[in-house]
């Protein structure tokens, strides 16, 4: 009966004609199978008869390697369990000759299951009153690791992992289910990418590296050996502890069972044994705080990254979900960020403001057409220690917080839930594009006095008249009749409201919004909504905060002839079986744009955006000067742009593009924004953009922007519009 029902249930025949099932170790206790005799053999045969028919294995957690945009420059990884699989044939064979002789001595004899094993350890555990010896094979303890993994819930893995019999009648059965579908080559190597060897390091891929700094193939002996000793106990064992005796006796143990397996020569265990251990240890990065010292300010565009992604379907329906697959995924993330602009843009930054100024300068260069972000620099340390941070620039909080200089992980560039900052006059942009996009030509003029009273009534705002707002120019060489060209060349404030005015300021607020700037204050949301829209004249002079990253886009969605592309971060994304990842059809890592302006809109606007750095327009007059003249003197090359000064200097910036490339860069107190940054920094940021630009361009072809149809130059009244310069010459002298 008892022979003809553990028969029945079928897969462990083979231990049965041995006679030499007694028992099974679990949690402390003997369980001899004869014992299930009168509750009996047959409780023990239905048991096995109720398993799955096979395992399902599920692929184990993986580290997710993130590179800059040449695909081999390492920024850093992220994981829960570091794990990199690895082919057993680029595994030194000490380590699999080690890991065979320290746990399972008889793998290659028997068929998932050790009756001899099982017997032995019944025995010594008789004999010992408790657990002296486990009976478990590889292959045993590779389907409880596959079983762990695999558990889709805290009780699927409490299951996996408990010590009942149920649970070691189950890996049985699966064991030797799994020796008919596997070789002993196949199981080796799904055992040694899933064991734990301490340090977090799981996988022998991970362990060469944390213990060693190098790879599988390249493991000596004695290496291989104190590796394959760790499996049993990585804790009583761990090698990087001051005292290393357990850890040389276990080793001495692997070494001493690879010769009675005929592994190794007696001299070569000798000669190991008496070696002592030479560790060289690693610990491989994880997450943002990890990225390379000498690179620290990669953090702040690895943590854009990490935000960009939390926020993508494609990697989970939650933000935990998300999270979960970016650590345990096993991707291949190669990035837009290229070190050599990365590196100019920070040297640019750091000239014009040091690390411990309460002044933030940052910077953020696009590409146009793609929407790829190519730096992000800012003169601060990615680091959350801020313990000799300068004291907070706000008096009213410095009893209560450090200032956020040196060290800060907050997104100063964009990507998180800071607000921004007030943009001053780079969002005449936004009224000159709907002016455009109405139907309006370049040369729509106006009489421009120095204050200008406006039908708007009194709003968050420079200035006020009475109920009405009425803003006036920073200069009085500004006043008289301009038209776009001169107007946005010398940023004259009172012919920007006028033309918002004219056009409407809630299309102003709508241009901005189709060019993705997002309202992160509440005063922002309210005054862009459908009810105050129309009534924020401030809106035009950069009232509303925003970040480097949009207006580094906004103006590349004019170098791109009104293509807008969605900042990005990566450039391809590998899942962990080589395969480039897709959502719903279309590459994850893929540019993601749309024609958000009619081209000759955006060619129109450029044309005028010449007139600020000096390069001079193609068709029309600038007016005989312009704010930021030095960024076309410092480039050298076609280039347009914008700069923008707050209300009593409390930010200032310069938005440049040229066809290839954009840049926003930027200087405020991001702890407090009433402190002004003083006149002297207001042309920092413009100098940070050329130069930048400079270096980055550098023996890149000069390309020329297309000069806009004549239906966006003139209006219905004839005038001159007499050209600065031609795109089909040089400049001569501005």
């Known amino acids: 009966m008892t022979k003809t029902g553990l028969a029945k249930a079928g897969r462990i025949a083979p231990l049965i004609r041995a006679g030499l099932i007694a028992g099974i170790v679990v949690a402390g206790l003997i369980f001899p199978l004869v014992a299930l005799a009168g509750v009996g053999a047959k409780n023990g045969a239905d048991a096995l008869e109720s398993m799955p028919d096979g395992l399902t294995e599920v692929p184990s957690a993986q580290t997710t390697y993130v590179y800059a945009n040449d695909g081999k420059t390492l920024l850093t990884t992220f994981y829960e369990e570091h794990r990199k699989p690895t082919k057993i044939a680029d595994m030194s064979p000490f380590i699999i000759q080690a890991i065979v002789a320290s746990e399972d001595t008889r793998f290659y004899e028997h068929n998932g299951v050790d009756a001899k094993g099982v017997a032995r350890a019944f025995v010594a555990n008789q004999q010992a009153g408790g657990v002296s010896q486990g009976a478990s094979t590889l292959t045993m303890q590779y389907v409880r690791m596959a079983l762990r993994d695999g558990a889709k819930t805290p009780k699927q893995a409490l299951e996996a992992t408990e010590q009942t019999t149920a649970r070691k009648l189950r890996e049985m059965r699966l064991a030797i289910e799994l020796e008919k579908r596997l070789s002993k080559q196949d199981i080796l190597e799904r055992y040694l990418n899933s064991a734990y060897f301490g340090h977090r390091a799981y996988g022998i891929f991970a362990a060469a590296e944390v213990f060693f700094s190098k790879k599988p193939e390249d493991l000596s002996l004695t290496e291989a050996a104190l590796l394959a000793g760790l499996v049993k106990a990585p804790s009583a064992y761990d090698p990087a502890t001051n005292d290393q005796r357990a ?3 276990r080793r001495n143990y692997v070494i001493d069972q690879m010769l009675k397996m005929n592994a190794i020569t007696a001299a070569e265990a000798t000669a190991a044994k008496k070696s002592k251990i030479k560790l060289k240890l690693t610990t491989p990065p994880n997450d943002c705080v990890s990225v390379p010292r000498k690179h620290n300010d990669w953090g ?7 935000n960009w992604w939390m926020e993508q379907p494609a990697f989970g329906r939650t933000s935990q979900e998300r999270m979960a697959n970016l650590r345990r995924g096993g991707y291949k993330v190669v990035t837009t960020i290229d070190p050599k602009i990365q590196k100019s843009a920070m040297k ?22 793609s929407g790829r972000i190519k730096a992000m620099a800012v003169n601060r340390k990615y680091s959350l220690d801020q313990e000799n941070n300068g004291e907070h620039s706000d008096r009213r909080k410095r009893d209560d917080f450090k200032g956020n200089y040196p060290n800060t992980v907050n997104p100063l560039l964009g990507g998180g839930d800071m607000a921004g900052y007030q943009a001053g006059s780079t969002f005449k942009i936004f009224t000159m594009l709907a002016a455009l996009d109405d139907g309006m030509p370049l040369d729509t003029a106006f009489n ?9 009534i009194t709003a968050p705002g420079p200035a006020t008249c009475g109920v009405h707002w009425c803003p006036k120019n920073s200069s009085a060489s500004m006043t008289g009749r301009q038209t776009m060209w001169s107007g946005f060349g010398k940023s004259v404030n009172t ?3 006028q033309l918002e005015q004219k056009v409407g300021a809630e299309k102003a607020v709508r241009m901005a919004e189709r060019l993705g700037l997002r309202w992160r204050t509440e005063i922002d949301r309210t005054l862009a909504g459908p009810d105050h829209a129309d009534g924020w004249g401030a809106f035009t002079l950069g009232v509303s905060d925003a ?9 590349a969605t004019l170098g791109a002839e009104g293509k807008y592309c969605e900042p990005i971060p990566v450039r391809m994304i590998n899942t962990r079986d080589g395969a480039s990842l897709t959502y719903k059809g279309k590459k994850v890592a893929g540019p993601r744009c749309r024609q958000a302006l009619r081209p000759e809109v955006a060619q129109a606007a450029t044309d005028a955006a010449r007139c600020v750095t000096g390069y001079g327009a193609a068709k029309g007059s600038c007016g005989g000067w312009e704010t930021s003249p030095m960024v076309y003197a410092t480039l050298k090359r076609p280039v347009a742009g914008k700069s923008g000064t707050t209300d009593s200097n409390r930010s ?8 290839q490339l954009a840049a926003a860069a930027f200087v405020a107190d991001p702890d407090n924004p009433e402190n002004t940054v003083g006149s002297s920094r207001g042309t920092i940021s413009k100098f940070t953009v050329a130069e930048t630009l400079k270096d980055a361009l550098k023996g890149q072809p000069k390309a020329k922007f297309t000069p806009p149809p004549d239906e966006l130059i003139h209006g219905s009244s004839d005038r001159s519009g007499s050209s600065d310069r031609s795109d089909s010459s040089e400049r001569s002298g501005w």
């Open 247 to 249: 850890a040389t006796n």
């Open 448 to 456: 421009s006095p120095q204050r200008f009273v406006t039908k708007y």
């Open 300 to 306: 702040f565009f690895c943590d854009y990254l990490r």
């Open 547 to 555: 970040t480097p990253i949009e207006m580094a886009n906004v103006f």
């Open 652 to 659: 200032a910036w310069f938005c440049g593009f040229t066809p």
């Open 348 to 369: 640019h930054v750091l000239d014009k403001e040091k690390k411990k100024s309460v002044y933030a300068h940052g910077e953020v260069v696009i590409e146009p057409g």
């Open 495 to 497: 012919y920007f409201v």
